[in-house]
């Protein structure tokens, strides 16, 4: 059990840094540039694949931490 939540951790860090940098525009606001920080970026193809992978590793991440711990 211990063995899979090592492996999801290291594929969850993989994912994350793959990601594309959503919060680039974040920097911007706080030096005060362009507030283009809400705007509506639709994720496509393999972005979008990556995100749902990020989310169901991570929610698979959780439980298994959960079960470990009330074992």
Do not use: P
Not at 43 to 52: D, Q, V
Request: charge should be positive.
């Amino acid at each position: 059990m211990e063995t899979a939540v090592l492996i999801i951790s290291i594929l969850l860090i993989g994912l994350v840094l793959l990601q594309s940098a959503k919060a680039e525009s974040a920097s911007q606001i706080i030096q005060g540039g362009s507030s283009d920080l809400f705007s509506n970026r639709k994720e496509r193809g393999a972005e979008l694949f990556i995100s749902r992978l990020t989310m169901l590793l991570g929610m698979a991440f959780f439980v298994l931490c959960l079960f470990i711990s009330f074992r």
